[in-house]
């Protein structure tokens, strides 16, 4: 189970820090990710962890704004948010899974566990 939390509204340029905390019976590691959903648009990946490690994986319009990272222990997944915008608006979700592979970090279908969603908006 995805618990995900942080979300509000901001005006632009503002900042906000979503969190996810992943529960359950696994004890084994997770690759988390952040993905949004903004209405009439399709689900896209904002950042994420593959479970063996490495530097995180960001999409190009949020590089530079966002930053990422995670807590191994705790099996959760943090989003920093910064000089937010008004495209920044929507629904952000926390995703995860045990198996997925490197390469299919970005692909919302492959993911199996999703989070309830939290909505941020960004306006004047």
């Known amino acids: 189970q995805l618990q995900a939390s942080g979300g509000g509204a901001v005006h632009p340029g503002g900042s906000l820090r979503l969190s996810c905390a992943a529960s359950?019976?696994?004890?084994?590691?997770?690759?988390l990710a952040w993905f949004r959903q903004a209405p009439g648009k399709e689900r896209e990946f904002v950042g994420g962890f593959h479970r063996s490690g490495g530097s995180p994986f960001l999409a190009d319009s949020v590089k530079g704004r966002f930053t990422i990272s995670r807590d191994i222990a705790k099996n959760s997944v943090y989003l920093q948010m910064n000089s937010l915008r008004p495209e920044d608006t929507a629904v952000y979700y926390c995703?995860?899974?045990?198996?997925?592979?490197?390469?299919?970090?970005?692909?919302?279908?492959?993911?199996?566990?999703w989070g309830q969603g939290t909505q941020v908006t960004v306006s004047s």
């Open positions: 995703a995860a899974s045990l198996t997925i592979i490197r390469s299919s970090l970005r692909v919302p279908s492959a993911y199996a566990n």
């Open positions: 359950g019976s696994t004890s084994r590691a997770l690759s």
